[in-house]
């Protein structure tokens, strides 16, 4: 008999055809309140899920008794009680490294947004309001050559130091869990405690995950570190940083800018104090978000429950105490 898949991510037409040949599929199209109540109907039978952007907590999981494996789209997994799903036995799988390149490709976007102050030079001339050449008041900063300072020197962080190092010839310096040889010997780059990196960097980019430990990492202590040029930018995860903070900060000028891509509560409150500040450059969390990007790691969620649901060792596989072969 086939296993039960509720899928509450739409597929594209190749992989629900490849999910469909070796599993029964449940389709939730949306996570409105409709969608949730969909969802809970449907979890008392499913052996698997895959999807992504719902918080699954106990409560919810505990509708699934049958529940083998989650299998998410997307790299970050702190929508998941990792405990709790280990302890029941439930694999989760994630989809790192297909979404590392596309990542870093829109942090560097935030990088020449917030430098250039494209989005809002570009709202000027879409408002008609380019009379003259602009003077030096709407004057940017350089990229090239300044100091790019990553906390989190993972796969994206790697893959954002190889495009400051050898596209823009910017000194790389970064901070994590542990140093990082080959990156230093592949870019140049260099350790440095929290502190140092903040004071030292141009633009201090965050790419490491939510976790206990990471959760407001970054608050007012720590932007009181950084320098009136510093450009801050997130391609992380909103709640590794204190917003309120962060909004004091670039009121304050005690920051020159900030790229966001992600947010403490997402979707962002249209009445955010950070829209109201001609220096944020706000995106609506499009780290991976490219037609061929979000397809791969679909792919890749779709093999892993697959696998999972087979009895084989998924290649992703996130909690590997959960695994019993
Ligand atoms: P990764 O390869 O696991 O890299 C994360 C890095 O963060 C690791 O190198 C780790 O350091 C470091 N780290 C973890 N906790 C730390 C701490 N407390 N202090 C300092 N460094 C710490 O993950 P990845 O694939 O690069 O992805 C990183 C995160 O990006 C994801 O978890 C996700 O939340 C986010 N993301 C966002 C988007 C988006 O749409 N904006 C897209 C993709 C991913 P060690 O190696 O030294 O342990």
Known sequence: MKKQVVLYKKLSPTLMTRLEEQAEVTLIDSLDAQGIAKLRAALPRAHGLLGASLKLDAELLDLAPNLQAIASVSVGVDNYDIDYLTERGILLTNTPDVLTETTADTGFALILATARRVVELANIVRAGLWQRNIGSAHFGTDVHGKTLGIIGMGRIGEALAQRGHFGFGMPVIYHSHSPKPAVEQRFGAQYRSLPQLLQEADFVCLTLPLTAETEG???AQQFAQMRPETIFINISRGKVVDEKALIEALRSEQ?????????EREPLNPDSPLLQLDNVVATPHIGSATHETREAMARCAVEN?????????????VNGRAWKA
Request: no cysteine; aromatic share 4%; charged share 15%.
């Open 255 to 263: 920051i020159r800018a900030a790229g966001l891509d992600v947010f």
């Open 305 to 317: 429950l697959l696998a999972a649901l087979a009895g084989e060792r998924p290649a992703n596989l």
């Open 217 to 219: 990492l970054i608050g």
